[in-house]
C-alpha cells in the first residue's frame, strides 16, 4: 500500500435534474488519434484504428460506436476515441500500439469532460448555445460548436433526447452553467416546472 | 361604467378585467388590450407631451410605428422609459406614467416653449448656441441636454435575465397578416421548415382589425382555422410578440421575442426578451402597410389620429376614441372608417374628402372637395375648422378626427441591404424594388398588394415561388372570397392654409415650416434634411412622417416624390433593448471562466483569486493574523527559499509534438538548438516572431526520439499553439509532425524549495530515482506516484531553488494537491500564489510576458547568444536587424531601491539629473515587487547600455503617480546568480 492514496475527482456535479432533463458528467477515458503524414497516404492509420476498433471509421462531422466506447471524427484524418473509464491509463498505450507509428496518439483522459443532457425536446435548449441547425442533427453527428465562447463537440447519440458534449475540462463548470441556464429556461418556457 | 368609450364586440376576454394605473390613477381594462386602447376605452385621449414644445399630445396609430404615445412603464429598477402605449400588453398591475411634463401632463410648465416656436426651428443648436463659445460647454449643453429627450432612465441595473439563440428555417414569413398567413399555410402544407413571426400579440394583422374583410367565412373563423392548422404542423413555428427588426447578410435575420414583458409575474427562470438570429434560406416579407398622416395647423392635438387607427380601435378593442368622430382623407379608404364607427354607435359628425368626386359609402355628412384647416381644444380635441369646396369656413365639433392620407408598404426590411425603394403613382407610395436581400421576396401590403385578396394570393404565391426556388413543390391553399375594391386615392400631403404650425413628424416636432426653412438653407438632399430638422428619427424611425417630409421638400425642389429619393433604411426597425444584445453575457457570465485542478481546495483554504485570462488563478492564500496581502505574500515567498511550495502552475500552454521530424519542428520554432536534446531532459526555448521580436518562452520536454512537450507562457498558450499549427500546415506541411494541446489534460504543480525532493521522494513510487545524480537540472520523465498513477515529472525551476514540476492527469489535480500537503506537512509546506511566484522569479531574474512584450529582442532581453547561427529558425534572420542588436540598445538589468521607496512598474528611467522629458528616457521598469529576501523593493528593467552600467545609480520617474526614487543598476540575477541552489 503506498503511504499516500491519490483519487481522482469529477469536473462538475455529479447529476442535475431541469424538468424532465438530466444532466450528468460521465467519466471516459479520451484518447487522440491524428494520422502521421507517411501514413495518411497509405491509409494505415485509418485502417489499423478500424481493425483496432473493430468497426467502420466514422465520416465527417459523425462518430461511431455506442455507449461509453466511441470514436469520433475531429478533422481529416483525425479522430477521438473514448472508451470507458476504467481504461484510463490503458487506452492511450494501447491505441498507439495498435496503430504502430502510423499516428500520433495523446492521452486526453484528463484533458476533455463528457457531459450528457437527456430528456425531451432538447432542441429547445441547444437552439440557444450552438450556431448549427440543431434540429437537423442525427443520431451519429458529432459536430464542433462554440458555446460561451467554449470550444465544445455536440455529439447526438439520441436525435432530441441525448447530447454528449465535449469541452476542456477547464471550462467544465463554466459550460456546465451555461447548459443549466439554457436546461432552466427550456424547461420553463415548456411548462416542465412550475413558476 | 368607467370604460365610457368601451363598445360591444372586439377581440377581448371580457372576463378578465385587469387593473392598471396611469400617472397614478386607477382604471380597468380587459386581456386583449393595450395600455393604448384601455386608456382610450376610460376617455384618456391626452397620454404625453412631444418633444420640443411639450405639446399635449394622444395616441396616434394602433401600431409599432407609434410617435406620440410614449411611455414609462414599471417601476424601480423595471422602469422603461418611451415604450409605446400602443404595443404595450395590458396586464393586471401594470403601471405607467407620463413623460416629459413638469409638475403633470395636463399642467406643463415646460409648454411655454410653445410660446416660443421661433426659437426652437430647424437647426436652432446650431444658430442659437453659437455665442459666447465659452458658454457651450458649460451654459448652453447642460441646459439643452436637461430639457432634451423624453423619458429618464432608473439608473439602477437591469434586474431582468435576457436570452439569445440561433434558430434555422427553410422560409421565414415577416409578419402574419393575410399574407403572411397564407404564406404559412402554403408552405408549412408543402412540409417546409417555416418560421412566422409577428410583433404583435394576437396574428392575423388587419383581420383583427378591420370588419368584413373575409366576406363568406368571416374574418375570425378563418383567422383561428388557420392558426390551429398552423399549431398543428411540427414543421410551422409561430412567434407571437416577435419582431423581425434587421435584415442581415445570406439570408440571416434579427429577430426580438418578448417573452415576459406581458406578464404581472413570470417565471424566474424565463428571460425577458429572447434575441434570436434566424438563419433562413428564403424570406417573405409581409410586413403590410401604415397609414400616413396629412398636415395641417394644429393635426397633433389629443384625438386625431389615423383613420385606419380609429378603427381599429372601434372593431379589435371595441373602443371608441370619442362618440362624435370626424375624418379628413384623401382615398376612399376613409370612408371605410366612416362606416365601421357608425356601425359601433359612433357619430360621425363629417367626413371631410379633399376629392370634389369623394365616393359616400354611408349616410354621413360629406364634405367633398374640403380640407381640415385648424382644429381646436389644447388638452383634447374639441372641434375642426374645414374650408369647404365653396370657399367658406365650417367649424364642427367632434371629440376624435380620423385622418388618411393613404397607405405605405412597410418596406424598411426589404431596404437593410441598402435597397432603394421606388415609387409607385397607383398607391402614391414607395414600393421595395427590385434590390431585395439575398433571399427575400415580399407580398401583401408591403409589396403594394393593398386588398385583402391580393394579399393572400400575393401571400400564397409568393411562397410557392420561394420554396420553388428550393426545390419544394408547394401546392395554392383554398384562400377565402376577400374583400378587393381597387386603391383610389388622390395624393394629398398638406394643407396649404393658414401660418400656424402642421406637424410632419409628431415625435420630433418638425413641421412643414421647418422643412420649408432646411430647403431655403439649402438643406435639400433627404439625409441632410434629417439631420437638420430631425425628421425621421427615434423611436418610429420615420414610419410615419418621412414621406410627408419627402413631398414638402419635392414640392419645393419642382421634382416628383420619386426623384427626392428615401433616407436610408438601417437596423432596427423598433427599438431593441441593450440587454437583449447582451443576452446572458452580463456581469459573472461575460465569458467563461476556466478553474484550475486546485480550485477547489484553493477555495476552501481562503484563497483570494486572480483573473489570468479566462483563468482564475489563487493569488495568494491569506491566513489569519495576515492584515495585508504583503505579509501574506513575503511569507509564502519566504517559506520557498526556506523549505518547500506548492504552486498550482497548469495554466501554463502544453503542446504535445509528435512525429519523426518532430525535433526539426522544434529547431524552426526555437531560435536555439533542440535537434540534440537528448531523451529525457528539458530545455529553456525562446520564440522568435518572423520580424526578430521576441514571442514566448518556456521549456521543451523531450520523452523520446519523437515526442517532445512544449511549455508556453499563461497569456500565450493559445497564441503560440496558433503559430506552431501555422508553421506545420502552412510553412512546413514537409515535416511530418502532429501537434495537439494538452493544457488541460495534465494537472501541473510546481514544487520548490530545499526540501522539494525530500516532499516528491514521499509519493513517488519506488524505482524511481529522483536523487540529483539520477534526476539532475533539467531532467524529465515519465513514472508513476501513488501506487501506479501516472505522472510526469520535470526538474526545472522559475523560482531559483531547487525545483520540480510534477503532473498528473488532471482528474488527479486535485487529489495530488492535498496529498502534496499531507506529505509535505512536516516540512511545513506552504502552498503559493501568482504573486509570490512573480516575487520569486523576479529575485531570479526570470522574465515573463512583463518582459517579452512584443518590443523586445533576444538581445534586450540579455539572450542575444542564445540564437543560434548554425540553423534556420523563425525570426533569426530578422533578429540581427537594425534597431535590435546595436549595442547601445536596452538591456535587461535588475534595479534595487536605493532609499526604500517602490520602484513601480511602468515608471521610466533616467540618468541622475537629466530633465524628465522623452528625449532624455534611457528604459523602463516592466516588473517590480518588494523582495522579502532582500528585504527592499527590487525591479527588472529595461535601460540603454544596461549591461555596462552596473551598479550606476539611475531615477525613476513615475509621473502618472507623480513619484520619483533612486534606484542602483545590478544584475538581474538577485538570487544565487551561479545556479548553485538549482542544481542541488
Known sequence: MPDYVLTATAAVEPSVDIGEMVLRETPLALASVAAFDHAEAAGQAGDRLARHLGQTLPGVQRFAGTGESLCFWTGDQQWFVTAPIAQEHVLAAQLSEALAEAAAVTDQTGGWVALDVEGPALTAVFERLVGFDV???????????????????????????HMRLFCARSFAEALHHALCVAMKTAAAQAGQVPG | ?????????????????????????????????????????????????????????????????EPNALVSLREGARHEPNTRATVAELFDGLTAKSQNRFPSLALDLMGINDFFPSFLTAGFYYKTFMWPAAFWEKVYEPIIRKAAGLGALSMLPDPDAYDKGTLHCDLLIVGAGPAGLAAALTAGRAGARVILADED??????????????????????????????????????????????????????????????????????????????????????????????????????????????????????????????????NDDGHKTA???MAKGATVAAVVDVRADAPRLADYPLYAGAQVVDTKGRLGLRSISVRLSDGSLKQIDCGALGVSGGWNPMLALSCHQRGRPTWNDDIAAFVPAGTLPVGQSVAGAANAQMTTHAALNGGAGAAVAALAELGVTAGLPDLPVAEDAPVAITPFWHVGEGKGRGWIDFQNDVTVKDVKL?????????????????????????KLSNLGGLAVMAELSGKPIAEVGTTIFRPPYTPVPIGAFAGRHRDEDFRPTRRTPSHGWAQEQGA?????????????????????????????????RRSVGVCDVTTLGKIDVQGKDAAAFLNLIYCNGFAKLPVGKCRYGLMLREDGIAMDDGTAARFAEGHFVVTTT??????????????????????????????????????????????????????????????????????????????????????????????????????????????????????????????LRIEKGH????????????????????????????????????????????????????????????????????????????????????????????????????????????????????????AKIVSPHFIDPEGERLRA
Not at chain 2, 393604448?36 to 407631451?49: E, F
Not at chain 2, 432646411?518 to 420615420?542: C, I, N, P, W
Not at chain 2, 483573473?611 to 513575503?634: I, N
Not at chain 2, 525545483?803 to 499531507?822: C, F, N, S
Open chain 1, 135 to 161: 434540429a437537423a442533427m442525427q443520431t451519429g453527428d458529432a459536430l464542433r460548436a462554440t458555446i460561451e465562447h467554449i470550444g465544445c463537440f455536440v455529439l447526438c447519440l439520441s436525435e432530441d433526447r
Open chain 2, 608 to 640: 483570494v483569486f486572480v483573473e489570468a485570462g479566462a483563468w482564475l488563478r489563487a493569488q495568494y492564500f491569506p491566513r489569519p493574523g495576515e492584515t495585508h496581502w504583503r505579509q501574506t505574500v513575503d511569507r509564502e515567498a519566504l517559506a520557498v
Open chain 2, 201 to 330: 400579440f394576437a396574428m392575423g394583422g388587419r383581420l383583427t382589425m378591420e370588419a368584413g374583410l373575409l366576406s363568406e367565412i368571416g374574418n375570425s373563423a378563418w383567422l383561428s382555422a388557420t392558426l390551429d392548422e398552423l399549431a398543428s404542423l411540427p414543421n410551422v413555428r409561430l412567434m407571437r410578440r416577435s419582431t423581425v427588426y434587421g435584415a442581415y447578410d445570406h439570408g440571416v435575420y434579427g429577430l426580438l421575442e418578448r417573452n415576459t414583458d406581458h406578464l404581472a409575474r413570470a417565471h424566474a427562470d424565463l428571460p425577458r426578451q429572447t434575441l434570436w438570429r434566424v438563419y433562413s434560406k428564403r424570406a417573405i416579407l409581409c410586413s403590410g402597410a401604415t397609414e400616413r398622416p396629412i398636415a395641417f395647423e394644429n393635426n397633433d392635438r389629443p384625438g386625431i389620429m389615423l383613420a385606419g387607427a380609429l378603427r381599429a380601435y372601434a372593431n379589435r378593442w371595441a373602443v371608441l376614441a370619442d362618440q362624435t368622430v370626424a375624418i379628413f382623407t384623401n
Open chain 2, 847 to 966: 522574465g515573463t510576458a512583463n518582459e517579452l512584450n512584443g518590443q523586445t529582442s533576444a538581445a534586450h532581453l540579455g539572450m542575444g547568444r542564445m540564437v543560434s547561427t548554425k540553423k534556420d529558425s523563425i525570426g533569426t534572420v530578422l533578429s540581427n536587424r537594425d534597431g535590435l542588436t546595436e549595442a547601445d540598445g536596452v538591456r535587461l538589468v535588475g534595479l534595487e531601491s536605493v532609499d526604500g521607496a517602490d520602484l513601480p512598474a511602468g515608471s521610466h528611467l533616467f540618468a541622475q539629473g537629466a530633465e524628465k522629458t522623452a528625449a532624455h528616457d534611457q528604459g523602463w521598469i516592466s516588473s517590480a515587487c518588494y523582495s522579502p529576501h532582500l528585504e527592499k523593493p527590487i525591479a527588472l528593467g529595461f535601460i540603454a547600455r544596461g549591461q555596462d552600467r552596473m551598479g550606476e545609480i539611475i531615477e525613476v520617474a513615475n509621473p502618472l503617480q507623480g513619484g520619483m526614487a533612486r
Open chain 2, 518 to 542: 432646411a430647403h431655403q438653407e439649402g438643406f435639400k438632399s433627404v439625409e441632410h434634411l434629417k439631420r437638420y430638422t430631425t425628421l425621421g428619427m427615434a423611436t418610429d424611425q420615420g
Open chain 2, 339 to 341: 362606416v365601421d364607427l
Open chain 2, 714 to 839: 499563461t497569456a500565450n498558450a493559445v497564441g503560440v499553439y496558433r503559430h506552431m499549427e501555422f508553421v506545420r500546415q502552412c510553412l512546413r506541411p514537409d515535416l511530418d509532425v502532429q501537434l495537439i494541446s494538452t493544457t488541460d489534460a495534465w494537472a501541473q504543480y510546481a514544487v520548490a524549495g530545499p526540501n522539494a525532493r525530500k516532499l516528491l521522494q514521499k509519493i513517488i513510487d519506488p524505482g524511481f530515482d529522483i536523487s540529483n545524480e539520477g534526476f539532475a537540472f533539467m531532467a524529465c520523465a515519465e513514472l508513476t506516484i501513488c501506487g501506479g498513477i501516472p505522472a510526469r515529472l520535470f526538474r526545472i525551476s522559475f523560482s531559483g531553488e531547487l525545483a520540480y514540476e510534477i503532473a498528473v492527469p488532471t482528474r488527479y489535480g486535485d487529489g495530488l494537491m492535498r496529498v502534496l500537503m499531507e506529505a509535505g506537512a512536516e516540512f511545513d509546506v506552504t502552498p503559493y500564489g501568482t504573486e509570490a511566484l512573480g516575487v
Open chain 2, 1 to 65: 361604467m368607467t370604460q365610457v368609450n368601451r363598445v360591444d364586440g372586439g377581440r377581448l376576454d371580457r372576463t378578465k378585467p385587469l387593473n392598471f394605473t396611469f400617472d397614478n390613477r386607477s382604471y380597468q381594462g380587459f386581456e386583449g388590450d393595450t395600455l393604448a386602447s384601455a386608456l382610450l376605452a376610460n376617455g384618456v385621449r391626452l397620454m404625453g407631451r412631444s418633444f420640443k414644445y411639450h405639446r399635449p399630445r394622444g395616441v396616434f396609430t394602433a401600431g409599432s410605428e
